[in-house]
């Protein structure tokens, strides 16, 4: 414990590393140890290393279920179905724990469809938001991913009455409550009440977004003004590409007389109409050192993406 202790409070990982290991020389089996030097080992990109010490971990202590959701992680990308095989295993045998919540969090990461959706719903019901951090987080996700206003304001009303310090939830109750209002007025062909109730919603972003626009376009082509129905959805098309919004541009086109070729015509002349030059910038290679600037891909695409090792 002495060896261990001083190998987590190291503050340089290789000094650590000599500490943890004086540790297992006196108990190879001491999982704690293993466990910390997976930690290490993940920080310098090591997984191999790492993968060996989460397995020494819970070999050797098969009963704790941060060892196993850990180990389960770390190959999520490596050996999906082994990943898949050990989360579970977190779930059935610690079925109350914190880290059941994570595992199924990390289920629903690597799956999609039915299945992510399947893993959302055992964490909104079998996990309350407020007692499981990982069930919260998740319930972000599922609320993003929601296209249905009257499905997305249940949720929403659910999380804001579990989490009422979360600032998040409430503008999102209030978002949802009158998309859900002006879908119905649509039903009801009380398109220009619908039209007037979205114009003074503010657009969401996202899935939302797409859905608010949708409904917007539906109500202005009901009450008449199919211009705006179409101007609408090319808005919606330049600034965020959706299938959903897609289909429903060729639809309101096709009913102004525009060809796919117009419509895409339109689309592409307000991206850039708003396109921006973007700011310039030099940083050195993580491979050679060699200074990387922005100026030497003109004319290029460019995917630009920041991150910062530890």
Avoid: C
Avoid at 17 to 42: I, W
Avoid at 247 to 254: E, F, K, N, S, V
Wanted: proline residues 6%.
């Amino acid at each position: 414990m002495y060896q261990w202790a001083l190998g987590v409070l190291a503050a340089e990982p290789a000094q650590g590393d000599t500490l943890l290991a004086k540790a297992l020389a006196l108990d190879p089996a001491f999982a704690r140890a293993h466990f910390q030097l997976a930690k290490n080992a993940d920080q310098r990109g090591d997984t191999r290393a790492q993968l060996t010490h989460l397995k020494a971990a819970v070999d050797g202590n098969p009963d704790e279920p941060r060892y196993l959701v850990r180990l389960a992680h770390a190959q999520r990308k490596s050996d999906p179905v082994r990943f898949r095989e050990l989360a579970s295993q977190v779930v059935a045998r610690f079925p109350t724990s914190p880290y059941a919540a994570e595992a199924l969090n990390y289920l629903a990461a690597e799956s999609s469809g039915s299945a992510r959706r399947g893993y959302f719903d055992r964490l909104r019901s079998g996990y309350p938001a407020d007692r499981f951090s990982y069930s919260a987080s998740a319930m972000n996700e599922l609320y993003a991913e929601l296209t249905m206003p009257a499905e997305a304001l249940a949720l929403a009303r659910e999380m804001a009455k579990a989490l009422p310090a979360n600032k998040t939830w409430p503008p999102r109750v209030a978002l949802q409550d009158a998309m859900a209002r002006a879908q119905t007025l649509i039903a009801g062909r009380q398109f220009a009440e619908a039209l007037a109730q979205l114009e003074k919603t503010e657009r969401p972003s996202g899935n939302h977004g797409a859905t608010w626009t949708l409904l917007k376009a539906e109500a202005a082509a009901g009450a008449g003004n199919r211009q705006l129905s179409y101007t609408t959805l090319v808005d919606s098309a330049a600034a965020s590409p959706d299938v959903r919004v897609d289909a429903a541009l060729a639809t309101h086109g096709g009913a102004l007389g525009k060809q796919p070729r117009d419509i895409a015509a339109d689309v592409w002349k307000l991206r850039d109409t708003r396109a921006t030059p973007a700011s310039p910038f030099a940083f050195p290679s993580l491979r050679d050192g060699k200074p990387v600037q922005l100026a030497d891909f003109r004319g290029r695409v460019v995917l630009v993406a920041f991150w910062y090792p530890t």
